[in-house]
């Protein structure tokens, strides 16, 4: 018999190795709002959205002042931030763009729009909210049928002013 994991299961947190702890602070803390728990001594802080014991851990513990990993290498592809509404994505692209903070990339892949960049450390990171499910893409078959296509930042940002 094939085991399922159970529909309720969720991806806790990520932990990320970094070389700088405060320029990690600075872009996950600062730029990105997310809040931290706890500071575990000088090597590691714990951060969350919502008052969640952490989302995110960042330590420098075997990677302190240490070069990026290669993108050539097995690893983290990216850690995916998930926003309820598309109004709060489009909040977190403008605060990008006004701290000149490069976007590598976005998409809207028919369940979500997305937008990526890579933190100061090189980790890839993906902004997205999930469209509602009844919109998603199917195929003849019923089965999903996510896309990449061109995601419009300009009627992404003008989502602010609609609400």
């Not at 190795?17 to 090597?43: C, I, M, N, P, W």
């Not at 999930?130 to 996510?146: R, T």
Request: charged share 20%; glycine share 8%.
């Amino acid at each position: 018999m094939t085991y399922t994991i159970p529909n309720q299961t969720k991806i806790g947190h990520v932990h990320l190795k970094v070389s700088d702890l405060e320029r990690s602070l600075a872009f996950y803390r600062d730029l990105l709002g997310f809040q931290v728990t706890q500071h575990y001594g000088d090597d590691a802080a714990f951060i969350s959205a919502g008052g969640y014991h952490h989302h995110i851990g960042l330590n420098t513990w075997q990677s302190k002042n240490a070069p990026p990993a290669p993108k050539n290498a097995a690893g983290l592809y990216h850690l995916a931030i998930l926003y309820p509404t598309r109004k709060d994505l489009a909040v977190a692209t403008s605060r990008l763009a006004h701290a000149n903070y490069p976007i590598t990339g976005s998409a809207d892949h028919g369940v979500s729009e997305a937008i990526y960049l890579d933190d100061p450390d090189g980790n890839g990171v993906e902004l997205y909210w999930d469209k509602p499910k009844e919109s998603w893409p199917l195929d003849e078959q019923g089965n999903l049928a996510m896309v990449s296509k061109h995601l419009d930042l300009k009627d992404l940002l003008d989502e602010i002013k609609r609400s």
